[in-house]
């Protein structure tokens, strides 16, 4: 479980294609406290540390990505150099500075426009139609990764508002128009929706 925000910008470093795909992350993070079996949320998609190290080039974790994961998720995407937005497990006791987040992407929105909204960025997006009932104006969404509040909803589009901090220390100051990333609706939402089928 996570929380949304971001601690850390990593940079895809190798991509191997094998029975599943190996990527390996460069971090800040310290090898000594990311623990092998671990869940660490790359871009908003859950996954587990199958190694990590230190060498010339820095701190570095590796992940295996399943043909299932690539086929539901932006990870498809991603090539060597590609930055990432990293965010390690949730500890009892951490603060929640965002919302609940999971790890599991419930599909891909594709970035309809980006313009300039005083200092901050404003970020128009298209959802899946399936999704689009969850998405609710002034409701917690994560994308890539990242936990922010929606705006305004019409339909399937939606939009965020991207503030200076978060275009800094995040992969949203990199996007561009027609971009896709990986969307996790707020599972509060999904259970409310869930509850009213029995209501």
């Not at 707020?186 to 929706?193: E, G």
Request: charge should be negative.
């Amino acid at each position: 479980m996570f929380t949304g925000i971001i601690t850390d910008k990593g940079r895809i470093r190798s991509i191997e294609k094998t029975g599943d795909t190996r990527v390996v992350i460069e971090t800040a993070f310290a090898p000594d406290k990311i623990d092998i079996g671990v869940s660490i949320s790359c871009s908003g998609t859950c996954l587990t540390v199958v190694e990590r190290g230190t060498d010339d080039n820095g701190n570095w974790f590796a992940v295996d990505v399943s043909e299932e994961t690539l086929s539901v998720t932006s990870l498809g995407q991603w090539e060597v150099g590609s930055t990432v937005n990293l965010e390690k497990s949730l500890c009892v006791g951490n603060e929640i500075g965002g919302h609940i987040v999971l790890g599991h992407v419930d599909g891909v929105a594709t970035i309809d426009s980006i313009n300039p909204d005083g200092d901050s960025i404003r970020y128009a997006f298209t959802a899946p139609d399936e999704l689009a009932k969850y998405i609710a104006p002034k409701g917690s969404i994560t994308l890539d990764g990242v936990s922010l509040t929606v705006n305004e909803v019409q339909g399937s589009r939606f939009g965020v508002n991207i503030i200076p901090h978060t275009q800094e220390v995040t992969t949203f100051g990199e996007m561009a128009k027609g971009q896709k990333i990986n969307l996790e609706i707020d599972v509060l939402a999904r259970y409310v929706a869930r509850l009213q089928e029995f209501a």
